[in-house]
């Protein structure tokens, strides 16, 4: 439990103390109007207090992620521990901050508006489509989850469940963000943290006299899978995601002053960090082990099962049954706000004013049908396709955060550290992924290797340039 507590101490500690010094690199400035007032338009710029950005912004980016891939993750053993904790305060939060902040800077802009400004418009229309499909897969994926869950509870159909969510999704895509969004949000915020902090006082708490295993580095997967780089893509919520990179925009639209950023964008990832560490550490401690762990996972419950037997276990029927109504709640308050990024997104490709319903008709219709198709197809490969999606998403918001900074003359390497590795990630795993190049070790990891030190090189290439530029510009001046 020692590892577990100080895993906790060592994440509140990353807000207080990194994300303080994240801020002052990036340079806030509160006598800034935000596009909150700027371009408020009462549907998705809208002036809202802090403390609401800051549930809406935990509830849209906690879906499944921080509680299936936690637990998928849990399969590597304790260390999995510390991808959470350095990810999430070096890596996640830092990107999140980042993806919020200069948001706010560019008028409210979504990722591939920010990445076309500093990463050149290549880059800009490869990601205007890739995240457009990632939302959409995002959308699918917390359709068919929360349905799953839903129709053990209830013993309707799982086809029923699909269908009112859908419904919700359509609504919640379409309706100004402070009509629904703004107003239950927190409520869902206080049940997702209530949850979240009753399974870990159960743990430290030694309910059910189970064992929790202390910090080791060997790898425990029972089923001997490498740890590099798949365990930097099964937790990626919690630890470091891209998905965050197109929710944080929704909410930059919603905030009022840029000092309220820490709070809002670093603070609510170091939050995920936590619920994602305590349902790693549930997953390891209600089974004693990843042996356990591993076998509930191989059946067909999968991380629903496990999410049921640790809530119901830990916590008994009437608290086991308010934690998986939270479980459900995650990913249907990340689900809505995908297919919400989606239709900005398009929206804002196409040049179409949202004030206009009808034009927020003619996007939501078809994006809500693509993601109905979508949750026909088996859950298991359509998350495996957005496990890698979302870390490439990852990768290039970060070197998106890190060209800001070189472009501000600001300390780029708190942006371009983690972007660096989450390229080794993002290109070894696709390397050797089912779903991708099938390649052996011996070839994806120094192959992954070669194109990660490439990229670096022609990133600190262009801020040398781009220095040498300005300097003969002042001498000519």
């Not at 049954?321 to 709640?329: H, N, Q």
């Not at 990891?445 to 022609?458: C, S």
């Amino acid at each position: 439990m020692i590892t577990f507590i100080s895993s906790l101490i060592l994440l509140f500690l990353g807000y207080a103390f990194y994300g303080k010094l994240v801020e002052k690199i990036f340079g806030i400035n509160e006598g800034r109007k935000t596009p909150a007032y700027t371009k408020q338009d009462g549907v998705d710029y809208v002036p809202m207090d802090w403390k609401i950005n800051s549930l809406v912004q935990l509830l849209n980016i906690a879906g499944l992620g921080p509680i299936y891939g936690a637990i998928s993750g849990a399969l590597w053993g304790p260390s999995a521990f510390l991808w959470i904790v350095f990810g999430g305060i070096l890596g996640g939060a830092v990107h999140d901050y980042l993806a919020g902040m200069i948001s706010i800077r560019t008028g409210g802009a979504n990722v591939p508006a920010m990445v076309g400004k500093f990463l050149g418009n290549g880059m800009k229309q490869f990601t205007n489509i890739f995240s457009v499909i990632l939302l959409i897969l995002v959308g699918a994926t917390f359709t068919a989850g929360p349905a799953g869950l839903l129709s053990a509870i209830t013993h309707l159909s799982l086809q029923f469940w699909v269908i009112v969510i859908i419904i919700y999704y359509f609504l919640a895509t379409l309706l100004p963000i402070d009509k629904i969004i703004g107003k239950i949000y927190p409520y869902f915020g206080a049940l997702l943290i209530i949850m979240a902090m009753t399974v870990g006082i159960a743990m430290i708490l030694g309910v059910g006299g189970h064992h929790m295993a202390e910090l080791t580095l060997k790898n425990l997967n029972p089923n001997g899978l490498p740890r590099w780089p798949l365990l930097f893509v099964t937790i990626a919520c919690g630890a470091v995601s891209g998905f965050h990179a197109t929710q944080s925009p929704l909410v930059a639209r919603c905030t009022k002053n840029e000092k309220e950023g820490r709070k809002i964008f670093y603070g609510m990832m170091i939050l995920e960090s936590v619920i994602a560490l305590i349902w790693a550490a549930a997953a390891i401690y209600f089974y004693d082990g990843t042996a356990g762990l591993g076998k509930v996972l191989a059946t067909p419950a999968g991380p629903s099962g496990v999410v049921k037997d640790v809530t119901l276990g830990l916590l008994g029927p009437i608290g086991g049954t308010l934690a998986i109504i939270g479980v459900i709640v995650l990913p249907i308050t990340s689900g809505d706000t995908s297919f919400r990024g989606a239709r900005l997104t398009i929206a804002e490709y196409l040049k179409w004013d949202q004030k206009n319903i009808g034009k927020r008709y003619a996007i939501s219709i078809p994006i809500i049908l693509i993601g109905y198709i979508l949750t026909q197809i088996d859950f298991s490969i359509v998350w495996r396709y957005f496990a890698w999606a979302n870390q490439t998403l990852a990768m290039i918001m970060l070197w998106t955060g890190a060209a800001y900074l070189s472009k501000e003359n600001r300390f780029h390497w708190i942006a371009t550290v983690p972007a660096t590795f989450m390229t080794a990630v993002s290109f070894t795993y696709i390397l050797m992924a089912p779903e991708g190049f099938r390649l052996p070790q011996q070839i994806s990891y120094p192959v992954g290797i070669v194109i990660t030190l490439t990229i670096l090189l022609i990133f600190l290439i262009r801020i040398v340039y781009r220095k040498t530029e300005m300097n003969l510009a002042e001498k000519e001046i």
